[in-house]
Nanobody
Framework: QVQLVESGGGLVQPGGSLRLSCAAS????????MAWYRQAPRKERELVGT???????LYTESVKGRFTISRDNAKNMVYLQMTSAKSEDTAVYYC?????WGQGTQVTVSS
């Protein structure tokens, strides 16, 4: 089991930027495909995007061109850079690896 700890959430204005971080435990992080999910109030959890162990990324349509997922294998970290934030991005954001989940970090987009 991999422990995942998200950080970096908070309040951001519409059009603003925020970077979320996820710290992963263990010594095999470089072999893991990772993902970011989010869950808005009264909605089901949805996939935001993925990053493979080699660094290839995929994104859900609603965040393409605005969000960027990256990773630093030397630090066991994965990141979600959010730009051009919209109110509909308000959600709890979760880091994921297979069946392992972090506790989530709240992002609120509001003026």
């Amino acid at each position: 089991q991999v422990q995942l700890v998200e950080s970096g959430g908070g309040l951001v204005q519409p059009g603003g930027s925020l970077r979320l971080s996820c710290a992963a435990s263990g010594t095999f992080f470089r072999f893991y495909d990772m993902a970011w999910y989010r869950q808005a109030p009264r909605k089901e959890r949805e996939l935001v995007g993925t990053i493979t162990k080699s660094g290839s990324t995929l994104y859900t349509e609603s965040v393409k061109g605005r969000f960027t997922i990256s990773r630093d294998n030397a630090k066991n970290m994965v990141y979600l850079q959010m730009t051009s934030a919209k109110s509909e991005d308000t959600a709890v954001y979760y880091c994921n690896k297979g069946e392992d989940w972090g506790q989530g970090t709240q992002v609120t987009v509001s003026s």
